[in-house]
């Protein structure tokens, strides 16, 4: 359905006289007039719960955010996703990542065939490759076990599963180290390479369209390494791959037998549950793997059925927006106070910017309003002594999303009590500030001399009113983890569906494909002028002649 430019719906420009009313609140005093704000403004589903009181909102603000997600219809597209509609408008295709977790038997017809039945075929191949391995009974070429799993891929065939294999680090097999080679730098595979041997590694060669630069030629260059000790029969038990693409997939000299298949409709950035999370699986198991995926299905059905008022997804979508489209914050920054969530961040970035980093709407007509903001971030306590400062007395308002877990999975001593206790001092601390009145009363009692005092006051004053929303889970597990993905996955929907952009497609990584493909001609062969600009030309010259050294 053709959607009216943002600005133009009736709850938008009730939003945006209530934004003008609300431009100077104060989220302390917002916190002073109601006792009963936490309670009002919190939210659990599938393990997860959110508290989302710490934004510059209240009551009358979300159910003028409910009005517009209705007004936009946030209903009715969610239910086209599930029942497998062709909601990727640009590519024709369905956008079906919740049918790789549904439950064996929940049955979902698109296009003639049982979506459901496809992806628990896939899913019992990859338990029996995935034992076999974990077991010690898939030998490599010398008769050996594998010890070691390189996945190569990049984008959504790599950020997912490295995340996801940190994430649940504590479940690992203690055999297997899994090694992760995306970048086209050679440097990456080369440093891959340094720690493993060829008779007792597994190569995993992922990627959705199996045409992706940098995948093939990492995958060409392990190939090569690999040859260098052993012969072509050996490949087929060191080589598998995961993909779309059957008949590329055999051309690189890899058995379909071999070969874990997905389906186009689930878009690279949304890959984790499908085939893609090989990797995962010989970590951590099968049985834990399932659980991941369970821990999705359970955000999923929460998602699908409950009241927008207490939808998590759908409130971290209003509060994101709110904050981007009326406190002008142009970024989000993303602190997990979890070591083990280091990668979830950059997972972020692709889910989010690859999705909603857009300027048009649905209908090709150019957006009204901004749409995604930059998402960034780091593991706290680390962020906190490195950019934290621009965030506490910078000029920019930059929303966080804090994320803990109530219990470690390590059982060292008061490790755990510092870090929660700083991940909360910190969502205290953005949301109050401290005054100049404080700032001073704190001065005088160290019994400074005024001059000194009033030179200090404006450099150690807060202005905090800085909005976070803290997401927390008892632990980080295969579970837990499926349904924060998951929980993020339908927030950036949801948002997708508010500016009315294409979520599913990605053409803005096409034109950097296509240049770098005729430079890289270029740093080979005969360089032409005429097609660059003077600072191209120059970058060029430059490679070439240090190639001549
Ligand atoms: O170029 C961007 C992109 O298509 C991502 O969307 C995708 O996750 C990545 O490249 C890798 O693609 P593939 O799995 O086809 O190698």
């Known amino acids: ?22 431009k100077d609140w104060q989220l302390r005093q917002l916190f002073a007039a109601d006792a009963e704000r936490f309670p009002a403004m919190t939210t659990d589903a599938a393990g997860l719960f959110l508290d989302y009181s710490k934004n510059r909102a209240d009551a009358r603000t979300i159910a003028l955010l409910l009005d517009l997600a209705r007004e936009r219809g946030v209903e009715a597209q969610r239910d086209a996703m599930f029942a497998g509609e062709k909601i990727n408008l640009t590519e024709g295709r369905s956008v079906l990542h919740t049918a790789l977790r549904m439950p064996r038997g929940k049955q979902l017809l698109v296009d003639g065939q049982d979506v459901g039945a496809e992806v628990h075929a896939v899913l019992e191949r990859i338990k029996a490759f995935t034992d076999r391995v974990r077991a010690g009974a898939w030998l490599g070429h010398s008769g050996k076990p594998i010890t070691d799993i390189v996945n190569i891929g990049i984008g959504g065939s790599d950020l997912g599963p490295k995340m996801a294999c940190l994430a649940l680090r504590s479940y ?24 493993v041997h060829p008779e007792t590694t597994l190569f995993i060669v992922a990627s959705k369209t199996f045409t992706t630069a940098e995948t093939m030629l990492n995958a060409h260059t392990a190939r090569r390494w690999f040859l260098a000790s052993a ?44 085939a893609i999370g090989l990797p995962v699986a ?27 008022e207490q939808n998590m997804p759908v409130l971290l979508a209003l509060t994101g927006f709110w904050n981007r489209q009326f406190l002008g914050a142009a970024s989000l920054t993303i ?38 903001p930059v998402v960034w971030g780091e593991c706290g306590t680390n962020a906190q002594h490195a950019y934290f400062q621009l965030l506490h007395q910078g000029t920019d308002i930059i929303p966080i999303d804090f994320i803990a877990a109530l219990r470690p999975t390590h059982d060292l001593d008061g490790h755990h009590d510092a870090l929660l206790a700083n991940c909360f001092a910190q969502s205290e601390a953005f949301m109050k500030g401290k005054s100049a ?17 009033d030179a200090l006051v404006p450099h150690k004053t807060f202005p905090g009113n800085r909005p976070s929303n803290t997401i927390l889970m008892d632990q980080l597990t295969p579970a837990t983890l499926g349904a924060l993905v998951a929980l993020y996955e339908h927030k950036t929907f949801v948002q997708g569906v508010l500016w009315d952009i294409a979520s599913f497609d990605q053409w803005g990584v096409e034109l950097g494909k296509v240049l770098a493909k005729k430079i890289e001609s270029e ?17 060029i010259l430059m490679a070439k002649a240090a190639k001549v050294q």
């Open 172 to 195: 690992a097999h203690p055999r297997l180290k899994m090694h992760f080679v995306s970048n086209v730098d050679g440097h990456d595979m080369d440093a891959a390479l340094e720690q």
């Open 335 to 372: 602190a997990p106070y979890h070591q083990d969530l280091n990668r979830f961040p950059a997972y972020l970035q692709q889910l989010e910017m690859e999705s909603n980093g857009k300027r048009v709407t649905r209908g090709g007509q150019p957006v009204d309003t901004p749409t995604c």
């Open 282 to 308: 010989l970590s951590v198991g099968f049985g834990y793997f399932s659980t991941l995926l369970e821990g999705a299905y359970a955000m999923d059905e929460h998602f699908r059925t409950a009241p927008l």
């Open 523 to 539: 740093l080979t062969g005969e360089i032409d002028p005429a097609r660059h600009d003077s600072s191209t030309n120059g970058l």
């Open 1 to 22: 359905m053709r959607q009216p430019p943002l600005t133009s719906t009736a709850s938008f420009r009730a939003l945006a006289s209530h934004a003008a009313e609300a």
């Open 231 to 274: 012969k072509e029969e050996h490949l087929a038990r060191h080589f598998v791959a995961v993909s779309t693409n059957t008949a590329a997939v055999q051309a690189f000299g890899i058995d379909p037998e071999n070969m874990f298949p997905f389906w186009d409709w689930v878009g690279g950035r949304y890959s984790l549950w499908s």
């Open 437 to 453: 009145d404080e700032v001073r009363a704190e001065l005088a009692a160290q019994q400074l001399p005024p001059a000194q005092i």
